[in-house]
């Protein structure tokens, strides 16, 4: 075995990534009721794959306009796809039902009370019609339906682990080469397309660490690679598929055709009627940034 696998903090971590992998298959979506929603036609009248990604992406503007952890988007992906493979959701529900995911998301992550926002400029900014009343009424439908599991094993947890495993592993002049904050952007490019959901948490993760170290040419890490591969018993076809999907997804996402979340809605909103009643916290960051540029 590699060195990374012998040091008392790789252990632990091996100890954490192997819980981890205990757990995943309680908190994924049920894959029936996902290829439902895949296979919907856009009537009007039932849950789409197209609609669940629109209201990711609204979810992913939220993220970034209040400066939350990437931890917490992907949990309010994860609560609102366990939530819509169970129930058949109208799509005139569908902001409350993700908005209540996402607050669910926001009050079991950030760690500072002051952070979380009101209820009441959460609607507003999102530009909602329902009431907080509404939201408190789905955020306990939600939960109920979740079996009020709030701590859900995701992708970026894994992506965290995998990707502090290995850093160590290289020269400190070459650990610049991979950028944790360019794996974040390229998880949630993922989320915001449904068919990641039915891959498994650790799969995901280790498919786009895996491309990146082939795509940044990083040859010292293909054993490591393997290594957390045996660990997290991924064979090489499942690993292959994903990565052929995270690729032409991030191609995709890069290109001009693609829509991206939208925060200019929610600065609008801000400027022009709720500016006087926000936190100042709810600025620190204002615009949503790409996928850092590939480079050497």
């Not at 160590?168 to 950028?179: F, G, S």
């Not at 290594?227 to 991030?250: A, G, M, P, Y």
Request: proline share 3%; hydrophobic share 40%.
């Amino acid at each position: 075995m590699i060195e990374m696998l012998v040091t008392t903090e790789a252990q632990e971590l091996l100890y954490q990534l192997s819980a981890l992998l205990e757990q995943e298959l309680r908190y994924q979506p049920k894959a029936s009721g996902l290829r439902l929603i895949e296979t919907a036609h856009d009537n009007g009248l039932r849950m789409t794959a197209r609609l669940r990604d629109f209201e990711v992406k609204d979810l992913l503007s939220l993220t970034q306009f209040f400066g939350f952890n990437t931890e917490t988007f992907s949990l309010a992906v994860n609560f609102l796809d366990r939530f819509l493979s169970k129930m058949k959701v109208q799509p005139k529900h569908l902001g409350c039902v993700g908005l209540s995911c996402f607050y669910l998301a926001v009050k079991a992550t950030e760690e500072e009370e002051r952070n979380i926002p009101l209820a009441t400029d959460l609607i507003r900014i999102s530009q909602y019609r329902f009431t907080v009343s509404d939201m408190m009424r789905m955020e306990k439908i939600v939960l109920e339906k979740l079996y009020w599991r709030i701590k859900a094993t995701t992708a970026f947890q894994f992506l965290q682990l995998y990707h502090l495993l290995i850093h160590e592993n290289l020269p400190c002049e070459r650990r610049k080469h991979l950028n944790f904050e360019r794996l974040e952007a390229q998880l949630k490019a993922c989320h915001c397309r449904i068919m990641f959901s039915k891959a498994k948490p650790s799969v995901l993760a280790l498919s786009i660490l895996a491309l990146e170290i082939e795509e940044k040419k990083l040859l010292e890490l293909k054993e490591a690679i393997e290594c957390l591969q045996i660990h997290s018993k991924t064979n090489s076809r499942d690993l292959t598929f994903w990565k052929e999907l995270v690729l032409k997804c991030l191609a995709e996402y890069s290109s001009s055709k693609c829509s991206k979340p939208n925060v200019q809605k929610l600065k609008w909103i801000v400027s022009g009627r709720t500016a006087r009643q926000l936190k100042h916290s709810y600025y620190r960051i204002s615009h949503l940034p790409t996928i850092p540029e590939t480079g050497s």
